[in-house]
């Protein structure tokens, strides 16, 4: 199963532009980069998904490199309720199914 | 989209004793899946639900520690069994649906304390 790997932690201001960096340089060609957050005491909750083109939606946008070896994620303007651990997953059509391998996450801190 | 509820949202077990969670989907979903999150630390896939077969399950994970049952298409539970305080958890089940091939929707989890 392909690896990501994010820094452990990261802190942004509120109102400002947070990227959050996601290393896979085993992805396969036909692996999904998909990002997860997790509030404290919640499940993961879906952010945004992409294969090879630049995604936007209502909350982030992400940047795939062209090589697909890395991408980032991309919160416009972070605010205190965007604190949350950010996972970066591959994923890629296995027995049938999408299967997640979680990595250790990014932990980011939002400053009032 | 999925909504997925989860029961027990927390327990507090005894050593030797066996725990089952249940995971209730309100849509009819391909897969379901079975994690394990401990304390501080990322998640870990115990295994994957299939409807009408055996859970297939993760390197480390066996059938008799952690057997699943998936009756039908919203369903499953996973019994943690002869407790430690090993087990101690954040137990989450999650769901895919083939109508969103790429998505999975989580559960709240279950929060087990093993004494």
């Known amino acids: ?58 909350m982030a ?16 303007r972070a605010t205190l309720r ?14 049938g199914t999408y299967k997640y391998i979680f990595g250790t996450g990014t932990r980011l801190k939002v400053l009032a | 989209s999925a909504v997925i509820s989860q ?16 995971c209730q989907v309100d849509s009819q ?9 401990q304390p501080g630390q990322s998640l870990t896939l115990i295994a994957t639900a299939n409807q009408g077969s055996e859970a297939t399950y993760e390197s480390g994970f ?11 298409l919203t369903f499953s539970t996973l019994t943690v069994s002869n407790m430690s305080p090993e087990d101690s958890s954040i137990y989450l089940c999650s769901a895919w649906t083939s109508g969103s091939p790429e998505t999975q929707y989580f559960g709240p989890g279950t929060r087990l304390l093993v004494l």
């Open chain 1, 61 to 76: 946008s992400l940047a795939i490199a062209e090589d697909r070896k890395s991408s980032t994620l991309i919160l416009h």
């Open chain 2, 7 to 22: 029961k027990p949202s927390r327990d507090i077990c005894q050593r030797g004793t066996s725990l089952t969670i249940q």
């Open chain 2, 62 to 72: 066996v059938i008799d520690k952690f057997p699943i049952s998936r009756p039908n």
């Open chain 1, 82 to 95: 965007d604190a949350a651990v950010y996972y970066c997953i591959l994923s890629g059509l296995t027995s």
């Open chain 1, 1 to 58: 199963d392909a690896k990501t790997t994010q820094p452990n932690s990261m802190e942004s201001n509120e109102e400002e532009p947070v990227h959050l960096p996601c290393n896979h340089s085993t992805i396969s060609g036909t692996d999904y980069i998909h990002w997860y957050r997790q509030l404290p005491s919640q499940g993961p909750e879906y952010v945004i998904h992409g294969l090879t083109s630049n995604v936007n939606n209502r």
């Open chain 2, 29 to 37: 979903v391909t897969m379901m899946f079975w994690y394990r999150q």
